[in-house]
């Protein structure tokens, strides 16, 4: 299985999950219905306050991958369970996307032979799903399918392993009907013959889709899919495991250097739409499962599983750090929000016992959780930079702070300002910084923007 996430699924006994507490921020236990015991959450795609969609796994069964699906189109209070193929044998679900209530798109391999694949959907919330794949697609004995990506709800892509030197990768624009494969002049080639692409290893924003690979690339389109570049994170040559972007320029990504056989989790970020990526050092509180933005501010969430690493925890600096929100035995294993309200944590369920659910349901609202008062969208060139940088002051403001903050969280220069009007050109001189990601951050006493650069 070419899923490089790293597997921390470590399911307990019943009283290991008696043990659990939930956070006081998650304390809406939801039931995804999944009949089996142990079942766990394994791809997870909020659509908005009231639409979830997800794909399950047996906990019990060493993490094995079934075609189990659960969907909510009441934001969570029920949740209806189902099988997208008829038996449980042949494929192996390796990517979910929801597109509203009735209507969301599977992406599979084949299960004897880990190789090839399909695509299917439901128009009828999952009561049926037809089989989407065009004649030519993942029919290769080297194809290998990993995700369907959807802009909207009628274009989107779904991208396989290399064939041929050309990643797979196929387009439509009437909802799946048909499909166009994208040519290998628009795609930069593989690395090698050994790199490829991975199960559910993508995110979106817009018309912006990013996946990544086993050899630490992440490729990014920002037309949709029609064409693509790639940047390459250093060290990280055990691959990509999680991505989240909160806007078309910043992101941040989980990526594994060391062994095959003893990977090392690391964090990273990007400034320049995955370009370029540096490694914010050791960030305590992260969870290593998976990270998501928090739409309507500039956060981002995590979620872990397994020994050391059961936490939920969100981060207000482009992950330089993070907070715990606090809970007690609880492996979490995806997560999701679609605005500064409305996120779920999926988990282990546990039908003997009504508070193991397995989804758990942002339940407050604390001051850090709502949006960002931003003074004005705040650009930085160039970035990155030699050490000299420019912008244009965003507003007329007196007693406004400008500080230029490390990956560790030291403010390394700060001035204050009298006065600004609007339009007034500023440089920072920071020639003096040794290379690495900062944050320069403009902020009076009640407002306040930020943004990344990368001094090299």
Not at 182 to 204: A, H, Q, R, W
């Amino acid at each position: 299985m070419k899923k490089n996430l790293l597997s921390l699924f470590v399911l307990g006994s019943t009283s290991l999950i008696a043990q659990q507490v939930p956070s006081p921020e998650w304390s809406t236990i939801q039931n995804t219905n999944f009949p089996q015991v142990a079942a766990g959450i394994r791809y997870l795609d909020a659509v908005n306050a009231n639409v979830i969609w997800a794909s399950g796994f047996d906990g019990f069964a060493g993490g094995s991958n079934y075609n189990w699906f659960t969907t909510s189109v009441d934001g969570g209070n029920t949740f209806s369970y189902g099988d997208v193929f008829a038996d449980t044998n042949t494929y192996v679900i390796s990517s979910i996307e929801g597109i509203n209530a009735s209507t969301a798109y599977i992406t599979a391999y084949v299960k004897a032979t880990g190789n090839k694949g399909v695509v299917y959907k439901t128009i009828n919330a999952g009561a049926a799903w037809i089989n989407m794949a065009a004649v030519n697609m993942y029919t290769n004995s080297a194809s290998f399918a990993n995700i369907t990506c959807f802009t909207d709800s009628v274009t989107g892509i779904t991208m396989g392993d290399p064939v041929g030197g050309e990643y797979e990768i196929h387009r439509t624009v009437d909802a799946g009907a048909n499909w166009t494969k994208i040519p290998g002049t628009n795609i930069p080639n593989p690395l090698s013959t050994t790199e490829y692409g991975l199960t559910d290893v993508f995110t979106k924003n817009g018309n912006n889709i990013w996946y990544g690979t086993n050899k630490g690339r992440v490729y990014h389109s920002a037309d949709a899919g029609l064409t693509w570049t790639v940047g390459a994170i250093t060290g990280a040559s055990q691959g990509v495991s999680r991505l989240a972007f909160r806007d078309n320029m910043n992101g941040l990504c989980i990526a594994f250097s060391g062994t095959t056989s003893a990977p090392v989790a690391g964090l990273y970020a990007t400034v320049n739409g995955g370009l370029n990526w540096t490694q914010i050092p050791s960030p305590a509180n992260l969870g290593l499962n998976d990270i998501c933005r928090i739409p309507g501010t500039t956060m981002y969430a995590s979620c872990g599983a397994g020994t050391g690493n059961n936490i939920i925890s969100y981060s207000t600096d482009d992950g330089a750090t993070w907070i715990d929100w606090g809970s007690t035995g609880i492996q979490y294993l995806a997560i999701d929000f679609v605005d500064n309200v409305n996120g779920w944590a999926g988990s282990f369920s546990d039908q003997s016992l009504a508070s193991i659910g397995g989804m758990y349901k942002y339940s407050g609202l604390p001051t850090s959780l709502k949006p960002v008062t931003e003074i004005a969208n705040f650009n930085v060139m160039p970035n990155p930079s030699n050490g000299t940088i420019n912008f244009i002051m965003p507003v007329a403001k007196s007693g406004l702070t400008i500080e230029v903050i490390d990956a560790l969280g030291k403010i390394v220069y700060s001035e204050k300002t009298t006065s600004t009007n609007v339009g007034d050109k500023k440089q920072l001189y920071l020639e003096f910084l040794p290379k690495g990601l900062y944050t320069v951050s403009m902020q009076t006493a009640t407002e306040k923007t930020f943004t990344k650069i990368i001094l090299q």
